[in-house]
């Protein structure tokens, strides 16, 4: 029966010593550790196996825990020795580059018609409004990199989780949940993981409190959301959701910042998933960004009062009210 118990007990998520709340197992931001590891194992055998931490657009880690080396200790690059010229070796027409009169190649009775080349026309230049963007590293990260942050993950076999150091609803708002609303458009583990999770569990447990924070939370949404970034843009559209679902006052309180949030939206609106004739299994991941920004929308224009249609309208001309209709 002790065996039982402390098995249960351990099952059941209980805090450590000196640990005052402990997320739950499953979570938003361990299901995004969950789908990279299906993608690295479903593309191992492809000509393009998935490789998260090699994108290009996000910050480079550090060498160490510490920092980057110094440049006079990094470890020097073999210089490759250049090739000896092929001259010596063979003697062929290609190489010696003598002139052969082939066949077509003389300008004489040549046909000045059809068969002459066609002149090069540059490609037409594009705008480039949906690409992807470099993405700036955050406060986020020298703030964990220097142990500012109250939390540390707790590894287990089922998954990583968040072990909190101080009881959330005694935390300074105007200084931490800024810094975690950085944090969420990092792509690199551990820091989107902890940024992701932590966002939540102070969104679950703060509540209404959250409504004296939202002019501080606008420019780190904005900045998630100019990245272009498929991924990073889900991340900041479903936090978004759950900011919007804390208080019935935080929706009105964004309608004066729609013209800072909504410009991305407009642009990937219309950027939903063609599966022809097939099935989507996947609709509970709420991957689709099209979908995704139509239901942000819908419950901005619901919990953001009178006003929240006409502003959303003036961004978006192609939305659609869900409360007038």
Not at 238 to 243: E, P, T
Not at 285 to 304: F, P, S, V
Request: glycine content about 8%; aromatic content about 8%.
């Amino acid at each position: 029966e002790i065996i039982l118990n402390s098995i249960g007990n351990m099952s059941q998520g209980a805090p450590q010593t000196g640990v005052l709340f402990v997320s739950n197992k499953t979570s938003p931001a361990a299901d995004l550790i969950f789908e990279e590891y299906l993608k690295k194992c479903m593309t191992r055998t492809t000509a393009q196996p998935f490789q998260p931490g090699k994108a290009s657009k996000a910050p480079r880690m550090k060498h160490s825990p510490f920092g980057d080396f110094p440049k006079d200790k990094m470890p020097k690059k073999s210089a490759i020795e250049a090739p000896e010229p092929i001259d010596g070796y063979a003697t062929s027409i290609a190489i010696t580059g003598n002139n052969i009169l082939k066949k077509g190649a003389g300008s004489g009775g040549k046909p000045a018609g059809p068969n002459r080349r066609a002149v090069h026309k540059p490609a037409k230049p594009r705008a480039g409004a949906i690409k992807k963007r470099k993405i700036p590293e955050s406060e986020f990260r020298k703030y964990y990199d220097r142990g500012d942050l109250p939390i540390f993950i707790d590894h287990m076999g089922s998954g990583n989780r968040i072990d909190w150091k101080v009881d959330i609803a005694t935390l300074d708002l105007h200084h931490y949940l800024p810094v975690f609303f950085e944090g969420i458009r990092e792509k690199a583990d551990p820091y989107r993981f902890l940024a992701i999770q932590g966002t939540y569990d102070i969104l679950d447990k703060c509540g209404g409190k959250v409504l004296s924070v939202i002019p501080q939370l606008i420019i780190p949404i904005k900045t998630a959301l100019n990245t272009r970034d498929g991924d990073v843009i889900g991340v900041a559209l479903k936090i978004v959701q759950k900011l919007v679902m804390c208080s019935e006052s935080i929706g009105e309180a964004l309608v004066p910042y729609y013209r800072q949030i909504l410009p991305i939206f407009n642009l990937f609106k219309s950027f939903n998933r063609n599966t022809g004739d097939k099935i989507d299994y996947g609709q509970r991941k709420r991957a689709n960004l099209g979908e995704l920004i139509q239901d942000t929308l819908e419950l901005l224009e619901t919990y953001g009062g009178e006003d929240a249609f006409i502003n959303i309208k003036y961004m978006i001309p192609t939305y659609e009210s869900c409360v007038l209709t």
